[in-house]
């Protein structure tokens, strides 16, 4: 059975699992494809949603106190996702033994792209 995890496979994915070999299509998308950079902030935030009710539940105080408290939380774990997005990728790609490179599909077209535009200008001065 290939194809999309179901929600639980999913729920241990997002907190760092291994999927089965027969999703390791979907990981390579999901780490690599078109919309990488949103899944990889969804399922970050995601991970944290347990954090944001207890911090919004366990405080007491006026309710728009303890939503800007959540929203700092919020922006802060969008910032440090973002900032230690490449580094989890890697880490899930090899966790799946799909590879180490951070680069998405459409940034490892590019790369590849510019090495070989890099080889054609650079061949004839190597000759």
Known sequence: MSGRPNPVQWVV???GGTLP??????VRNDLTGRTATLRHLFRAQFCFTPLYLVMFF???GEVWIRGLMVLLA???AL???AAYMDQNRVLRLRKHDLGHS???QRQQIRADREKVRYEA???ERRA
């Open 74 to 76: 919020v922006l802060l």
């Open 102 to 104: 951070p680069l998405t």
């Open 58 to 60: 366990a405080f007491d």
């Open 79 to 81: 910032i440090f996702s």
């Open 121 to 123: 200008v650079y061949a």
């Open 21 to 26: 070999a027969d999703k390791r299509e979907w």
């Open 13 to 15: 994915y997002a907190y």
